[in-house]
């Protein structure tokens, strides 16, 4: 059984982590968030200790590290992302390994700082790519190994999962805080692209705006059109006033379908890590100089058959 410490306590990813501690039969042994609204640890781990400082929190960490029983093995980081690095670095130092949620960091000179702090404590950062083991991905991943090698597959990627106004009043809608809608929402696609199709060769903004975001991608064997949106406004006729979100990716036209199968990604991610196997600093850091170059990028008009049809819709 090993000690984990949470924190992020009271975001939306949380009780998925706090399950993957409990179903993988570990110890949630404290937790942390400003916020006071963790009632869902009653029914996953009553016995946790719980802080709303974060000094007080890591003085208690560093207390339960006298004793070889209680000392803490691992830091679960579900903390807002323009807080990740600070949280992972304080993880590292408290002499535990770390689990973070995506994006991991903004930058890749991040991803380089990181490391040396990985190198400093001895200790390892894992990042939940929870995708790498959805079976819809893995089985695509398959076909396209076995397709001939100078097949490069055209794929159309729409994510649009509404979200009301208390977003943009939230650390999600401050650029600052969250990098933008394309990290924020976006960035597990392009991880999952690049697990399928191998390293990115182009990377095009068409439309960048705070609640949507749109372009192309061409990775070894794919041709990319993508588009994010958090807005209501751009769900398909057919799916406004039924559903919040839509979700869609065309591959060669062919649906790939993978709505089912998600809740459990969190536990086997886990279940990975503490076999040795969970993805570090390295395999995330493709996906993070993806957003990078995207929140960066100025749009272009964008060239025939490269555009994503629900772009031409904003116009």
């Known amino acids: 059984m090993k000690n984990f410490a949470l924190i992020g306590a009271a975001g939306y990813i949380?009780?998925?982590?706090?399950?993957?501690?409990?179903?993988?039969?570990?110890?949630?042994?404290?937790?942390?968030?400003?916020?006071?609204?963790?009632?869902?640890?009653?029914?996953?781990?009553?016995q946790s200790e719980f802080f709303t400082e974060f000094e007080r929190f890591y003085e208690?960490?560093?207390?339960?590290?006298?004793?070889?029983?209680?000392?803490?093995?691992?830091v679960s980081i579900c903390s807002p992302n323009y807080l990740h690095h600070p949280h992972i670095a304080a993880g590292l130092r408290l002499g535990c390994d770390v689990i973070c949620e995506k994006p991991l960091v903004p930058t890749p000179d991040l991803v380089d700082e990181l490391q040396r702090v990985e190198k400093e404590t001895g200790k390892r950062?894992?990042?939940?790519?929870?995708?790498?083991?959805?079976?819809?991905?893995?089985?695509?991943?398959?076909?396209?190994?076995?397709?001939?090698?100078d097949t490069k597959f055209d794929v159309e990627l729409t994510?649009?999962?509404?979200?009301?106004?208390?977003?943009?009043e939230s650390w999600k809608g401050d650029n600052r805080k969250s990098f933008g809608v394309a990290t924020n929402i976006g960035v597990h696609?392009?991880?999952?692209?690049?697990?399928?199709?191998?390293?990115?060769?182009?990377?095009?903004?068409?439309?960048?705006?705070?609640?949507?975001?749109?372009?192309?991608l061409e990775y070894e064997r794919a041709r990319v059109r993508w588009f994010l949106s958090i807005d209501a406004n751009d769900l398909p006729a057919d799916v406004k006033g039924k559903k919040t979100t839509f979700?869609?990716?065309?591959?060669?036209?062919?649906?790939l379908e993978f709505s089912e199968g998600f809740t459990d990604l969190h536990t086997v991610s886990y279940k990975e890590i503490l076999a040795g196997r969970g993805y570090g600093l390295e395999d995330a850091r493709h996906?993070?100089?993806?957003?990078?170059?995207?929140?960066?990028?100025?749009?272009?008009?964008?060239e025939q058959g490269e555009v994503h049809p629900f772009v031409r819709q904003l116009a």
């Open 14 to 46: 949380a009780p998925r982590h706090m399950r993957a501690i409990k179903d993988t039969d570990n110890h949630l042994a404290v937790a942390y968030d400003i916020n006071d609204s963790v009632g869902i640890i009653d029914s996953i781990s009553p």
């Open 60 to 74: 208690h960490a560093q207390q339960l590290k006298r004793n070889p029983a209680t000392a803490l093995d691992y």
């Open 125 to 149: 950062v894992f990042n939940i790519l929870q995708l790498r083991h959805h079976e819809a991905i893995l089985k695509l991943r398959d076909k396209v190994a076995a397709a001939p090698a």
């Open 159 to 168: 994510y649009i999962t509404s979200r009301g106004k208390w977003y943009m």
């Open 189 to 216: 696609f392009y991880d999952m692209l690049h697990f399928i199709f191998g390293k990115l060769q182009r990377n095009v903004v068409h439309y960048s705006g705070s609640a949507k975001a749109a372009g192309y």
């Open 247 to 255: 979700r869609n990716i065309d591959v060669s036209g062919e649906k």
């Open 287 to 302: 996906c993070i100089e993806t957003v990078n170059v995207i929140r960066s990028a100025t749009p272009v008009q964008g």
